[in-house]
């Protein structure tokens, strides 16, 4: 008979060894705590473990999960990486959801660099797989509505929010309904619903907090402090957006700390105190290019600019409000976004407004010509009109003719307020005027083209003007157009050598002149403020 050796006893499992759902739900739990590098541990054992054991499922989504945090730790490369390995191997087994939520995961990084066509796309693709889970289509639909918010369409976000609570409802995630309520209350903050919005950011907070998400807990404390801002609530503005900022501190989220730096910095310069205010705009300002969120870098430039007009720094001012019009307008070039368009047409009236005290701190140092670039500027853009110049054009026009005079503030004034003509050596050094102008913008970007309108608003079509002797088409229209409206008002006007001339004189002298400006400016000019009645009408806007 064969001797049988007794049976060895199992092995016991070794408590390191773990199954991949397991550490896929211990990473989930560390996750919405806020303990990202325990939820990353946790995320790279499930993978290492769902690829040796082929479990599949937990593999794309523990890879989509550690690719989130990634992206909110401003590791891109890996982050995208991470998502599209979860997305084919979805759809390798056939999960259309994981595979939705890897889309739904993308679709958020697009967004958040700007990408808006893109994050549409990639939204609806992921919408598409997500006919079988109410609340990845809740997420899906809480991410459309962000993009129609942006767009400054505010029904159609409203509609998407509410699909999103209710599909959150269906699915009885209450940590979804959390988010849904999060959005709305940002909808109600844009339509200035501000107790609404109070509302929303109230119950999305508690239950996050019931569910331990700190960062939600963060949004909605950074949200609410804008609606306390709106408010005039400054104290309460600054508590809030003050807890957000350790919130994110803590979990390492970069992007979210410029958010709540921009409102901090906001309330210092609403309530008087510029140097702390110039601090957290600009930290505001550097996160958002560290974590190319480019509307947060667009909305922090523009708060700053506003701080730098407050403070007289104009052209600091203008080098920022450039620098959020070319990045409202990267976004716009993409979707054509409604509310951008909203914020751009916001933002050049603000760079209207710096331009304008600009040209007129200008003319404070000649007694003669005060007012002299306001009347400049409504002739000019009377005379883009008839000329029949786009939007575009009439806009730098009347900024270029607010500036046209900039360099004069490098003429002695001795010079610049001589009762009397000018000697040559005099008229000489007035005319480096035009160069000056252009050397004192060197250093700012404008939107606009202005800078051949200072330069060049005293060239003459015949090649007698200054300061290049520039003829015919070598002048650009803009600066005939102010040239000529630049000599209409000097010789209406008294000036320091002599006294206004009647304005049927001053028409009867540019006749004589003609042959300095293009047929069609000349005839745009007698057209519009050369024609009977134009003081009358322009009295009331210049």
Same mark, same amino acid.
């Given at each position: ?16 060894? #773990? ?159 959390? @988010? ?105 300002? &550097? ?78 140092? &000649? ?30 026009? #009347? ?15 001795? @010079? ?51 300061? &290049? ?12 157009? @102010? ?36 047929? &069609? ?22």
């Amino acid at each position: 008979m064969e001797e049988r050796l007794p049976a060895l006893p199992p092995k016991p499992p070794d408590p390191e060894v #773990r199954p991949a759902g397991d550490l896929l739900r211990k990473g989930r739990a560390h996750d919405r705590a806020g303990r990202l590098d325990d939820a990353v541990a946790a995320y790279e054992k499930a993978v290492a473990i769902g690829e040796k054991n082929g479990e599949r499922a937990v593999l794309a989504e523990a890879q989509r999960r550690l690719g989130v945090i990634h992206h909110r730790r401003n590791n891109g490369p890996e982050a995208r990486e991470l998502c599209r390995r979860s997305y084919y191997g979805a759809i390798g087994m056939g999960d259309l959801v994981l595979a939705g939520e890897a889309l739904n995961s993308l679709g958020g990084f697009e967004f958040e660099a700007g990408h808006m066509a893109a994050a549409r796309t990639t939204y609806q693709k992921a919408l598409e797989l997500a006919f079988s889970s109410e609340e990845l289509r809740g997420r899906i639909e809480q991410n459309l509505g962000i993009l129609a918010a942006i767009h400054g369409d505010h029904e159609a976000a409203l509609n998407h929010y509410q699909r999103s609570l209710a599909a959150f409802s269906e699915a009885m995630d209450e940590r979804g309904c959390a @988010i849904a309520y999060h959005n709305l209350g940002l909808i109600a903050t844009h339509r200035a619903q501000y107790e609404l919005a109070e509302s929303h950011f109230t119950r999305s907070a508690t239950i996050a907090s019931r569910f331990g998400d700190v960062h939600l807990q963060g949004l909605c404390n950074l949200n609410h402090a804008e609606v306390c801002h709106a408010r005039q609530q400054y104290s309460d503005a600054l508590r809030r957006a003050e807890v957000a900022l350790d919130i994110f501190e803590q979990l390492g989220a970069r992007m979210d700390k410029s958010g709540a730096y921009k409102v901090i910095g906001m309330v210092f310069r609403d309530t008087g105190r510029p140097v702390l205010a110039e601090q957290r705009l600009k930290a505001a300002v &550097d996160l958002a290019i560290e974590t190319g969120w480019v509307l947060g870098q667009a909305e922090a430039s523009r708060e700053l600019a506003r701080l730098h007009q407050i403070l007289g720094r104009n052209q600091d001012a203008l080098v920022l409000l450039n620098s959020a019009h070319q990045l409202f307008n990267r976004i716009e070039a993409r979707v054509e976004l409604v509310d951008v368009s909203r914020k751009m047409a916001t933002l050049e009236e603000t760079f209207l407004a710096v331009v304008r005290e600009w040209g007129l701190s200008i003319e404070s140092s &000649d007694e003669y010509t005060f007012g002299h670039c306001e009347r400049v500027a409504t002739y000019a853009v009377a005379v883009a009109e008839t000329l029949g110049l786009d939007a575009m054009q009439q806009t730098t026009l #009347r900024l270029g003719a607010y500036l046209h005079d900039v360099g004069k503030v490098r003429v002695p004034h001795e @010079i610049l307020n001589k009762p009397g003509r000018l000697t040559d050596d005099e008229f000489e050094l007035m005319k480096l005027h035009t160069v000056h102008g252009v050397e004192l913008l060197a250093g700012v970007e404008f939107p606009w083209d202005l800078k051949p309108l200072i330069r060049w608003h005293h060239e003459k079509l015949d090649g007698t003007g200054y300061p &290049d002797r520039l003829r015919g088409d070598e002048i650009p229209i803009g600066a005939q157009v @102010i040239c000529i409206v630049d000599v209409f008002d000097a010789l209406t006007t008294t000036r320091s050598y002599r006294p206004a001339m009647a304005r049927e004189t001053a028409l009867a002298e540019l006749e004589r002149c003609r042959s300095w400006w293009r047929p &069609d400016v000349f005839e745009a000019f007698m057209g519009s403020v050369g024609a009977p009645g134009w003081q009358e009408r322009a009295s009331a806007t210049v």
